[in-house]
C-alpha cells in the first residue's frame, strides 16, 4: 500500500479549502475597495461595477495565490491549484463530473442578470419593478386565501383541533420562527434606501410600519385559510410541502 499518497491527500484537500476561503475573502475585500474607489473619484454606476467586479477577482485570485507562493508551492503548482480551487471547482460536479443543469438554474440566473440591469439603469425603475413584483406575489397569495375561505371543504370546527405538545420548548419555537422572519427582512432593507426616498422623514416610518403590519396580515390570514381547510392534525403531519395537501382538500 501506498501510505504517501494518503499522507499528502489530506494536506492538498487542506490547502483547497484554505484557497477557497481566501478566495471569497478576497472577493469581498475587492468589492468593498471597488466601491470605496468608485465613490472617492466619482465614477458612473456602469463603471463602480465594473470596478467592483475586477477587483473582487484581483483580490480573490492574490489572497489564493500569494499565501500558497508564501508557504513554499511551486509557482506553476500555486497557479495550478488556485485556478482550480477558485475557477473550474464553481463548474464542476461531484466526483469531478460536469455539473447537472437543469432549466430552473438558468431561469434564476436570467432573472438576477435582469433585475440587475433595471437596477442599474435607474432607481425609479427599479422601484417599479419591485412594486410589481410584489404586487404580484400578493395577489398570488390573496387568490390561495380567498380559494381556501370560499371552498366548500372548510370547517370552522377546524380551529378547534390541536396537536399533541412537543418537547421542543422555547427554544423549537425561535427554531421554527427563523424561516418566517426572512419575511420580515424587508423593513431593515428600507433603512438603506432612506436617500432615495422621497420626504424620508415621513415616507419611511409608514412603510416600516405599514409594510411590517401587512406582512403580519397577510401570514394571518394565509394561516386561517390553512386551518379553515385543513385540520391541525393534518398539517402538523406534513413531511412535504403543505400546497399540494391543501389544494386537493380546497378544490
Same mark, same amino acid.
Given at each position: 500500500?501506498?501510505?504517501?499518497?494518503?499522507?499528502?491527500?489530506?494536506?492538498?484537500?487542506?490547502?483547497?479549502?484554505?484557497?477557497?476561503?481566501?478566495?471569497?475573502? /478576497?472577493?469581498?475585500?475587492?468589492?468593498?475597495?471597488?466601491?470605496?474607489?468608485?465613490?472617492?473619484?466619482?465614477?458612473?454606476?456602469?463603471?463602480?461595477?465594473?470596478?467592483?467586479?475586477?477587483?473582487?477577482?484581483?483580490?480573490?485570485?492574490?489572497?489564493?495565490?500569494?499565501?500558497?507562493?508564501?508557504?513554499?508551492?511551486?509557482?506553476?503548482?500555486?497557479?495550478?491549484?488556485?485556478?482550480?480551487?477558485?475557477?473550474?471547482?464553481?463548474?464542476?460536479?461531484?466526483?469531478?463530473?460536469?455539473?447537472?443543469?437543469?432549466?430552473?438554474?438558468?431561469?434564476?440566473?436570467?432573472?438576477?442578470?435582469?433585475?440587475?440591469?433595471?437596477?442599474?439603469?435607474?432607481?425609479?425603475?427599479?422601484?417599479?419593478?419591485?412594486?410589481?413584483?410584489?404586487?404580484?406575489?400578493?395577489?398570488?397569495?390573496?387568490?390561495?386565501?380567498?380559494?381556501?375561505?370560499?371552498?366548500?371543504?372548510?370547517?370552522?370546527?377546524?380551529?378547534?383541533?390541536?396537536?399533541?405538545?412537543?418537547?421542543?420548548?422555547?427554544?423549537?419555537?425561535?427554531?421554527?420562527?427563523?424561516?418566517?422572519?426572512?419575511?420580515?427582512?424587508?423593513?431593515?432593507?428600507?433603512?438603506?434606501?432612506?436617500?432615495?426616498?422621497?420626504?424620508?422623514?415621513?415616507?419611511?416610518?409608514?412603510?416600516?410600519?405599514? /409594510?411590517?403590519?401587512?406582512?403580519?396580515?397577510?401570514?394571518?390570514?394565509?394561516?386561517?385559510?390553512?386551518?379553515?381547510?385543513?385540520?391541525?392534525?393534518?398539517?402538523?403531519?406534513?413531511?412535504?410541502?403543505?400546497?399540494?395537501?391543501?389544494?386537493?382538500?380546497?378544490?
Amino acid at each position: 500500500m501506498n501510505h504517501a499518497h494518503h499522507a499528502v491527500q489530506p494536506t492538498v484537500t487542506r490547502q483547497a479549502l484554505d484557497a477557497t476561503r481566501h478566495c471569497l475573502t /478576497g472577493c469581498a475585500i475587492g468589492e468593498v475597495v471597488g466601491l470605496l474607489i468608485s465613490g472617492a473619484l466619482g465614477f458612473t454606476t456602469e463603471a463602480s461595477v465594473v470596478a467592483g467586479i475586477v477587483l473582487a477577482f484581483v483580490f480573490g485570485y492574490s489572497f489564493t495565490f500569494v499565501p500558497l507562493l508564501r508557504g513554499g508551492m511551486a509557482l506553476g503548482r500555486a497557479a495550478s491549484l488556485t485556478l482550480a480551487a477558485d475557477t473550474i471547482s464553481i463548474v464542476t460536479g461531484p466526483g469531478g463530473g460536469p455539473l447537472d443543469f437543469h432549466w430552473g438554474q438558468f431561469l434564476g440566473a436570467g432573472l438576477i442578470i435582469l433585475f440587475t440591469t433595471v437596477n442599474i439603469l435607474g432607481t425609479r425603475l427599479g422601484g417599479g419593478l419591485q412594486v410589481v413584483g410584489s404586487g404580484l406575489k400578493v395577489a398570488l397569495i390573496a387568490g390561495i386565501v380567498l380559494g381556501g375561505l370560499a371552498s366548500s371543504q372548510g370547517r370552522v370546527a377546524n380551529f378547534q383541533t390541536s396537536l399533541p405538545a412537543h418537547t421542543g420548548g422555547i427554544v423549537g419555537f425561535f427554531v421554527a420562527l427563523v424561516a418566517a422572519l426572512w419575511a420580515y427582512d424587508g423593513w431593515t432593507n428600507a433603512s438603506m434606501i432612506g436617500s432615495d426616498i422621497r420626504n424620508p422623514e415621513k415616507n419611511l416610518p409608514r412603510a416600516l410600519i405599514w /409594510g411590517t403590519a401587512g406582512v403580519i396580515a397577510i401570514y394571518v390570514l394565509t394561516n386561517v385559510a390553512y386551518l379553515y381547510v385543513l385540520s391541525a392534525p393534518e398539517v402538523g403531519g406534513k413531511t412535504t410541502p403543505l400546497a399540494p395537501a391543501y389544494t386537493t382538500s380546497a378544490t
